[in-house]
């Protein structure tokens, strides 16, 4: 039970009459009521939870459980797709490496190494064009969009572009890793280098491999293969691997279908079982408490009395034969046996309040009222009638219970004090209970966080209260009195 302090001024509980039930909390610049005790504004503590009819769990249904099964499966299938998607291109990208890696080496094997010459290596016209004439005789231009012959300083031997040739450029690590291992480096380019400049396209493959001259110098073959068999292949991949995921989700899902509609019907039975459990506690609870009540009313409650009328008329008689002492004795017994009468008939009212439930909440209060026998303690009763407050059931009992605990309290431990308890309708849907006191009052939060074996139904009152629509605080203060106040609203206070 978590309190929650606040700060709203309250006055001093007034004596003589009810507390103001439209606003709890008037101002403190108001008349005095009660001298002294009108200076002490004890704030407001809320002792109820804050409770919601949304705190309590949905009921199962079937349509919802299916449909958060089938936004998971789209979701899965989304993140799969890609998943998929990054995976595909991946793996297209490798292969597209591969093959143009491939590619690369049957060229600069079979047409690159057999045309190289001195003359070439020399930057010779003539030597250059016959080159270019061999490459466009041997290259398919759809595949093989670029070729380039570089010598290891930089300089551009030959190119498919002219204006690259005769130009020298600063080798890049690939390059250089390229001749210096000698390897073939294969790599997807994205055209950023300055060498790049008359190439279309956001990317391409690119392929560096050495190549050599009769006399054994190193050149560098380099050539660029379309990116476009890639797109196509990463498209091809990511549809096959799309279609074994999504095949597989829907198998899941026909699968797990009829295994959840298994569960959820399974689920329901023991919902509607255990709700039906718990109505069968509270009814039975009802009934023996019901039980106990006529119990003690027929059998202990009926033989007390006639033991009181018993013991006071043989007290009579023994006043008349003029033995006093016995007299005083037998009347002390039968004082004694009318105290546990009224006891057991508070306890009576306290286990099944017959008002409440017969003749509604007002007249339970009034017995409530009548019920209290302590020394120095007035109760003053203020309610609307039953039509103008019209409370639902569980409200009756509620503020029943409220109001049972809280002119207790008063009269165990107020001391000698007015109580006055009011009940009225504050709005079109609200209904308020103030049970105020004039008496000694207590520290609430201190209470409230570690109450002492007398104030222990506090802690009981705040679990009471702690239902949808309905907030019970206290605005109390040692010697300031108590005032308690139970606000219910909406469907908690009042019959549709």
């Given at each position: 039970m978590g309190t929650d302090p606040t700060t709203e001024p309250h006055p001093a509980p007034s004596p003589t009459g009810p507390a103001p039930v439209g606003d709890p909390a008037p101002s403190p610049t108001g008349p005095d009521p009660v001298g002294d005790l009108a200076r002490v504004e004890p704030a407001w503590v809320t002792v109820s939870r804050t409770v919601t009819a949304d705190d309590d769990p949905p009921p199962v249904r079937p349509r919802r459980i299916l449909a958060q099964l089938a936004a998971g499966v789209l979701a899965a299938m989304v993140l799969v797709g890609v998943l998929g998607a990054v995976a595909a291109s991946t793996l297209a990208e490798r292969e597209a490496v591969n093959d143009a890696a491939s590619m690369a080496g049957v060229i600069a094997e079979a047409v690159v190494q057999p045309a190289m010459t001195d003359a070439l290596m020399a930057g010779d016209p003539e030597a250059v064009d016959d080159f270019d004439r061999t490459m466009s005789r041997s290259l398919d231009p759809e595949t093989v969009v670029r070729v380039k012959l570089w010598r290891p300083d930089g300089y551009v031997l030959y190119a498919d572009e002219p204006q690259l040739i005769g130009r020298t450029f600063t080798l890049d690590d690939d390059q250089r890793e390229a001749l210096d291992g000698p390897t073939t480096v294969a790599e997807i380019s994205t055209l950023e280098a300055s060498e790049n400049?008359?190439?279309?396209?956001?990317?391409?493959?690119?392929?560096?491999?050495?190549?050599?001259?009769?006399?054994?110098?190193?050149?560098?073959?380099?050539?660029?293969?379309?990116?476009?068999?890639?797109?196509?292949?990463?498209?091809?991949?990511?549809?096959?691997?799309?279609?074994?995921?999504?095949?597989?989700?829907?198998?899941?899902?026909?699968?797990?279908?009829?295994?959840?509609?298994?569960?959820?019907?399974?689920?329901?039975?023991?919902?509607?079982?255990?709700?039906?459990?718990?109505?069968?506690?509270?009814?039975?609870?009802?009934?023996?408490?019901?039980?106990?009540?006529?119990?003690?009313?027929?059998?202990?409650?009926?033989?007390?009395?006639?033991?009181?009328?018993?013991?006071?008329?043989?007290?009579?008689?023994?006043?008349?034969?003029?033995?006093?002492?016995?007299?005083?004795?037998?009347?002390?017994?039968?004082?004694?046996?009318?105290?546990?009468?009224?006891s057991l008939r508070t306890l009576l009212v306290d286990l099944h309040p017959p008002a409440l439930s017969r003749s509604g909440v007002v007249a339970a209060l009034a017995d409530l009222a009548q019920s209290v026998r302590a020394e120095d303690v007035v109760v003053r009763l203020d309610t609307d009638s039953e039509d103008e407050l019209a409370l639902t059931e569980d409200a009756q009992r509620l503020?029943?219970?409220?109001?049972?605990?809280?002119?207790?309290?008063?009269?165990?431990?107020?001391?000698?004090?007015?109580?006055?308890?009011?009940?009225?309708?504050?709005?079109?849907?609200?209904?308020?209970?103030?049970?105020?006191?004039?008496?000694?009052?207590?520290?609430?939060?201190?209470?409230?966080?570690?109450?002492?074996?007398?104030?222990?139904?506090?802690?009981?009152?705040?679990?009471?209260?702690?239902?949808?629509?309905?907030?019970?605080?206290?605005?109390?203060?040692?010697?300031?009195?108590?005032?308690?106040?139970?606000?219910?609203?909406?469907?908690?206070?009042?019959r549709a």
């Open positions: 400049q008359f190439e279309q396209g956001d990317k391409l493959v690119e392929v560096y491999r050495p190549v050599w001259m009769p006399d054994g110098q190193t050149a560098l073959f380099e050539i660029y293969v379309s990116y476009e068999p890639v797109a196509k292949r990463t498209g091809q991949l990511w549809r096959g691997f799309a279609g074994v995921t999504a095949s597989s989700l829907l198998l899941f899902v026909l699968i797990v279908t009829p295994l959840v509609l298994a569960l959820l019907r399974r689920l329901r039975r023991a919902e509607v079982h255990r709700v039906a459990l718990l109505q069968r506690a509270v009814d039975a609870s009802s009934d023996e408490r019901r039980r106990i009540a006529a119990t003690l009313h027929d059998g202990p409650v009926q033989e007390l009395a006639a033991t009181s009328f018993t013991v006071a008329g043989a007290s009579a008689t023994a006043a008349a034969h003029g033995d006093a002492t016995l007299a005083r004795d037998l009347g002390a017994a039968a004082g004694a046996v009318r105290a546990s009468i009224r503020v029943h219970r409220v109001a049972q605990e809280c002119v207790r309290n008063a009269a165990r431990h107020a001391g000698p004090a007015e109580v006055t308890l009011t009940l009225h309708r504050t709005g079109p849907e609200t209904v308020a209970l103030d049970v105020v006191d004039d008496g000694l009052g207590f520290d609430a939060e201190a209470v409230l966080a570690d109450p002492e074996p007398g104030h222990l139904g506090t802690r009981l009152l705040a679990e009471a209260a702690s239902v949808p629509g309905a907030r019970l605080r206290v605005a109390t203060a040692p010697g300031a009195g108590t005032h308690w106040r139970l606000d219910l609203d909406g469907p908690m206070g009042v």
